[in-house]
């Protein structure tokens, strides 16, 4: 088995597209559920590692800005390590994260090495 790490990106920013605090509680129950799921299959390397919305970016002439990127409006809201053969079986877990049902996205990278 390979190790994924799966990186759930969404917009916390714009208001509109909030869930209630109703269907944020319903959604963070279907994360728990996918999480227990994945680790009664084994399939879970390393547990969820939240983060804030906010953070810093260091460039290249070592100036800091607030980021991570303050031009868009996703941003990182955690990311899990999985265990899977290869990336066909990474994307298809993938699939089942809650994050895609309010509009995120799962970025999937292998480790190397």
Excluded: C
């Excluded at 959604?27 to 999480?35: G, I, Q, T």
């Excluded at 053969?85 to 994260?97: F, H, L, M, P, T």
């Amino acid at each position: 088995m390979n190790e994924f790490l799966l990186v759930f990106r969404r917009d916390y920013k714009t208001r509109e597209t909030q869930p209630s605090p109703e269907q944020l509680q319903a959604h963070l129950s279907r994360w728990r559920a996918w999480f227990e799921d994945l680790k009664a299959r084994d399939l879970l390397a390393r547990p969820l590692q939240p983060w804030e919305p906010a953070g810093k970016v260091l460039k290249h002439d070592k100036s800091v800005t607030d980021g991570p990127f303050a031009e868009i409006k996703e941003s990182i809201g955690g990311f899990i390590v999985i265990k899977a053969e290869n990336y066909d079986q990474a994307v298809k877990i993938a699939e089942g994260s809650p994050i895609l049902e309010l509009g995120g996205s799962v970025e999937i990278r292998q480790a190397a090495g």
